[in-house]
């Protein structure tokens, strides 16, 4: 499995640097290893040198088309190495025209699924000194031994339930595609909060939302708050303070779920960079349940031609709500 990795990665450098050290593109978002072995972080590639460093693995969850709107400047093109929740977010920016299709060129990533270094730790009753994977299994170092896990027991929450493991756009896609996935129990979580109180709903997500620091790190992760200022920071209207307050977390967090309605892409970022582990997945599913039952299934990303639902006006389009 080592091996056939190293080979994977070897065929991904060779395709960028083609195109880097070519000058059709002038830098290269992919990902590089970080301080530990479950660490994988954005690369910024600008030379042979920093190529050196790409790599491709199973802690490459990170969302790299969000970082298109902070280095894709004019003139410029660029390169972004996307799985497939990276090339439907690139979709996203493309509807959004706050990136042009023109500047940018997609390599493809088919994803097997992203591991979760949190699993594995409990899995392992301690930090690993690593791992290595063999046909769906895990196997994880330890000082008393090794010890094997399914894969899929360890993988990260949004990958579990992940229906689009291949890039939706790419101009090369450069390992073999998985297809798509089954995911029956992607809704179970909402289904279950529909079936409670709604005395018991405002509970569950006041004890959530109480945690919330207001760091916004689940906007910035985000590939639908492409807003170039996010309405948490006007002034004028003024629509949120500084200061902690329970019914703020609930306003930040329901605007912000409402603006992505139809839009999307069900990446789980925002879950994943969360400090503090609020499952703001359940929200986000929430909403595209409900726009699949009220529009017909609609899955955001996967046609950047496609309008969402909530964006596109038609005279014939049903009024339930008027009849009530």
Known sequence: MAERNLDNIKIIREAVKQDLLGGRISQVLGWEKG????????????SEADLEKLTWDSFCGINLSRYLLEELKDHEKVGVLVKGCDARAFNRLLQDNMVKREQV????????????????????????????????????????????VKREDVMLDKCRECVYPDPAAYDQMLLSPQGERKAAGRFKPVEELEAMPADERFAYWDKELSRCLRCYACRQACPFCSCRECFVEQESPRWQGRAYQPSENFMFHLVRAYHGTGRCIDCGECERSCPVNIPLQELNRKLIKDINELYGDYEAGLDAEAEPPLLTYRPDDPAAFSEK
């Open 35 to 46: 301080h530990y072995w479950w660490q994988s972080r954005p690369l910024f590639a600008r």
């Open 105 to 148: 060129i997609l390599y493809g990533l088919p994803c097997p699924g992203m591991l979760d270094y949190n699993r594995l730790f409990e899995e392992a009753g301690a930090v690993p000194s690593g791992i290595a994977e063999n046909n769906g299994t895990v196997i994880l170092k330890t000082g008393g031994g090794d010890r094997e």
